[in-house]
């Protein structure tokens, strides 16, 4: 069974703090219940532990171990815009991929204000540039000089 | 009156003597002046060969030593040239090329006049003809000489003229494409950039163009 996490994964950014989370618990685990009970209050955001302490129920190590082994399958879409993303379009944009591409994926996002618009794509080893300074650049492949 | 008729007869008949020792006489001078005459023309005849040899020789290689000098002073002028490029060069050379090839027209048009003049003499050789040939072909050839001279002015006037129209050309030209390159930079640029945005696009319109790019990777199959 796949874990609710995963599915409330957006960025590459929650990927790699969810896995530095992951750690954390697993050494706390190794430590003393006292350490563990530490981490998982103090340094693991609530959405996350509360996650956990429902599905780790039962075997918390083989749990953080499985997830551990997930977390290595998310699939991860580098993608450059010319702005700052506000969280609420990250939440949208994040929303179209889980439903369009794969329902695991997250989003590595790059700022890149040369490309003047739209976004360009990079994708288990393919690249894609729809930004519109491509766009331009075509049309300007098109306008040819005239002798004045 | 028999020795009467002897006498006048003997006179007559020494008469007739002298006169045909006076035709003979006469016949062989006339003779003598053929000779001479053939002689004379025989050595026109030489003259005229070496005149032919002499005197267009130098005209020839005069003509060829100031069109020599003039291609190398123009190739020298064209090679010195700043800011040409070697195909511009290449135009600039060819372009006296053609107007040199129209001087040496004119060169023969020169040669061919001197020619029909140096004609005109020989036809009317006599004794004194050698004389007048010599003035006739040193005035033919002054003739010439002048010709060519006025040619090579013309030649020089021709390639000052050629270099300053065409710096004049290359310097609009160069205007022209600096000015289209101006209008690339800024008027088709902002065009197009409208063109495609339609209007400036505010940060909402932003993010709904990359939603709309996706969609649009995504029926490229890009995510496939």
Request: glycine content about 6%; aromatic content about 6%; proline content about 1%.
């Amino acid at each position: 069974m796949e874990s609710e996490l995963l599915s409330k994964l957006r960025t590459k950014d929650d990927l790699d703090i969810l896995r530095g989370e992951l750690d954390l618990l697993e050494n706390a685990l190794y430590q003393s219940i006292n350490k563990y009970n530490e981490v998982i209050k103090n340094d693991i955001r609530s959405w996350v532990s509360e996650i956990i302490l429902k599905e780790g129920k039962e075997d918390l190590k083989g749990y953080i171990k499985k997830l551990r082994s997930e977390i290595l399958t998310v699939p991860v879409l580098s993608a450059s815009i010319n702005f700052e993303p506000s969280n609420t379009f990250i939440e949208k944009l994040s929303l179209w991929l889980k439903q369009n591409i794969d329902k695991k994926i997250v989003v590595d996002l790059l700022l890149n204000t040369a490309s003047l618009g739209g976004i360009q794509l990079s994708y288990r080893g393919k690249y894609l540039d729809l930004s519109l300074r491509k766009k331009i650049s075509a049309e300007l492949a098109n306008v040819r000089l005239q002798k004045g | 009156m028999g020795n009467e008729l002897l006498y006048v007869l003997i006179g007559l008949i020494s008469a007739l003597g002298l006169l045909l020792v006076v035709f003979v006489m006469l016949f062989i001078k006339s003779q003598k002046s053929v000779s001479s005459l053939r002689s004379d023309l025989d050595l026109l005849k030489k003259d005229k060969v070496d005149l032919e040899k002499g005197a267009y020789e130098p005209v020839n290689t005069q003509a060829r030593a100031i069109i020599d000098t003039a291609n190398k002073k123009a190739s020298e002028i064209i090679a010195s040239v700043q800011g040409l490029s070697e195909q511009e060069k290449n135009i600039l050379a060819n372009s006296f090329q053609q107007m040199l090839a129209a001087n040496l027209r004119d060169y023969q048009s020169v040669a061919s006049k001197f020619s029909q003049t140096y004609e005109g003499f020989v036809a009317n050789i006599g004794r004194d003809v050698k004389e007048r040939l010599d003035m006739g072909l040193n005035k033919v050839i002054a003739d010439a000489q002048t010709e060519m001279k006025r040619s090579t002015l013309s030649v020089n006037a021709a390639i000052q003229n050629l270099y300053k129209g065409y710096e004049v050309e290359v310097s609009e030209y160069k205007k022209g494409i600096l000015s289209q390159i101006d209008k690339l930079g800024v008027d088709i640029i902002k065009q197009v950039s409208l063109k495609v945005l339609g209007k400036s696009l505010s940060k909402k319109e932003q993010e709904e163009l990359v939603i709309k790019s996706l969609e649009e990777a995504k029926k490229l199959g890009f995510f496939e």
